[in-house]
């Protein structure tokens, strides 16, 4: 099967780009290389092309009942404007993935995983029925980026007729960008304040090249999946196929905020309200390492001889200048302060146990 | 040293011979491609290597690779400097950034490539 492409392809093959296959699509993993891209979105600007990720439509009288029975949030109880993280869950509680849903005036909106679009298409397509629900797929249609970092919102503003600083985080309002219709939600993977924007796929290439240009003086970067990867590992964000999978439920993974389960019903459900207070759940932890070597997926995390938990990503921070790793662990050895070992190819290397996230980005001054 | 007079092997290390003694390093383009080096482990003085052995390990942000021999003999020196100033096997991969000295105990392999050689293989790979 031949890749996917996003509007910007070209201009990502003419400025540099390393493009790997990335969830079936030729995606810019880097520019120039990960730590300046990375260093940019803490510091200045980040500009980030995410077409990949699948864009679903709901309209049609039913849509808010029928995401309530989809999700693990509450949908129903957003306001126009709101957005909310969820998990989409399976029958035995697993996760099937990982979403945004945005009440908007018109519709509701469900970002999710580009690894699990035709999985949860597929899924929604077969608990629809009984429900007055319109889904559409603006995939391919429509493009996203995220421009992220310190500097992103002034960068934006003079594009946008609305107040970008009077969008909460985790809202969004349908405006116009360019004089083009679009979305700006106030939202992101980076652990950075900034903004992700939806407009048509025809109106990719100007909004692309216009930030860039308007940018480049004040530090902007164009980022690849690579700093995204470091950047959302330092703010602990959970990464679908790393920390989260069908085998991993909510609680595990830390995100019991994100699943409500009074007065609901939705797949897993009553599996999940058994399991919520379960003492033997492995949970997820952050480590840092003493070394400067990476504890990269896959590896197991000791205490002497006994093995008590396995590394699900890890990488060398360049905002800590340390090495940094996530890992799920048996819950007795879960403890902030707790002394492990990481075998990483056959050596045994320090660490401990820490809070999450590892990186907070300073308060903003209004 | 002048890239041009070293020899190679397919996994991207330099190799340069002076008085039975080889010096070894990895190409400015393999350290281009890792992109940002984090850690670097070399064997001790006194080691003795093989052909093809792992001789230690690169790690960038992406990725960790191995290092494998392209000579067979004793590890005389090893440039431990570089685990606190990587910065210089990024930047002077050919100087600088040199890894493990060998006293040779067989001569090189008639198959390690020259530059040229080494170039088209590199293509070949990406």
């Known amino acids: 099967m031949s890749l996917l492409r996003t509007p910007l392809y070209d201009w990502h093959a003419s400025h540099g780009a390393r493009l790997v296959d990335f969830a079936g699509w030729e995606m810019p993993v880097q520019y120039s290389s990960i730590v300046p891209e990375h260093k940019a979105v803490r510091g200045a600007c980040g500009l980030f092309d995410i077409a990949h990720m699948g864009r679903l439509r709901f309209t049609g009288p039913d849509a808010a009942r029928f995401l309530d029975h989809l999700l693990t949030n509450d949908v129903s109880s957003l306001a126009v404007g709101q957005i909310r993280y969820s998990l989409v869950t399976n029958d035995t509680g697993g996760i099937l993935d990982d979403v945004l849903v945005y009440r908007l005036p018109q519709s509701h909106m469900l970002v999710v995983n580009a690894s699990n679009r035709l999985k949860i298409v597929d899924w929604i397509e077969n608990h629809r029925s009984g429900f007055d629900v319109v889904i559409e797929d603006l995939t391919l249609s429509h493009f996203m980026l995220a421009l992220q970092g310190p500097r992103a919102l002034e960068l934006l503003q003079p594009l946008v007729p609305v107040e970008l600083s009077q969008i909460r985080y985790y809202h969004a309002v349908e405006t116009t960008i360019l004089s083009r219709p679009g979305l700006v939600s106030r939202t992101g993977y980076t652990g950075e304040d900034g903004v992700e924007v939806i407009v048509p796929a025809a109106d990719a290439l100007a909004l692309w090249t216009t930030l860039f240009d308007q940018g480049t003086p004040i530090g902007l970067l164009p980022c690849g999946l690579g700093c995204r990867d470091t950047l959302r590992l330092e703010a602990a964000m959970p990464l679908y196929g790393h920390e989260l999978n069908e085998s991993i439920d909510p609680f595990s993974a830390g995100l019991a905020f994100a699943v409500k389960l009074e007065g609901r019903e939705f797949p897993g459900r009553d599996i999940l309200a058994a399991r919520q207070h379960d003492p033997q759940r492995r949970k997820r932890v952050g480590l840092k390492l003493a070394g400067r070597r990476i504890a990269r997926e896959g590896a197991t995390v000791w205490i002497g001889i006994q093995k008590v938990g396995d590394i699900t990503s890890g990488t060398f921070s360049p905002t800590l200048e340390q090495s940094l790793a996530m890992a799920y662990v048996d819950p007795g050895s879960a403890v902030e302060g707790t002394a492990v070992e990481v075998e990483i190819r056959g050596q045994r290397e320090s660490a401990t146990v820490v809070k999450l996230p590892f990186y907070r980005r300073p308060v903003t001054k209004c | ?126």
């Open chain 2, 1 to 126: 040293m002048d890239p041009q007079s070293l020899k190679y092997s397919p996994s991207d290390e330099w190799i340069h011979v002076e008085g039975g003694v080889a010096t070894v390093g990895i190409t400015e383009l393999a350290v281009h491609a890792l992109t940002d080096l984090v850690y670097i482990d070399l064997p001790k003085v006194g080691k003795t290597i093989q052909v093809d052995d792992v001789f230690g390990v690169v790690e960038s942000v992406k990725a960790a690779s191995d290092l494998y021999s392209p000579v067979a003999g004793e590890v005389i020196e090893s440039n431990t400097r570089l685990a606190d100033d990587l910065e210089s096997l990024s930047k002077d991969p050919f100087g600088k950034g040199w890894l493990i000295k060998v006293r040779l105990s067989q001569p090189l392999s008639a198959e390690l490539l020259d530059r040229a050689g080494y170039e088209a293989n590199w293509d070949q790979r990406h």
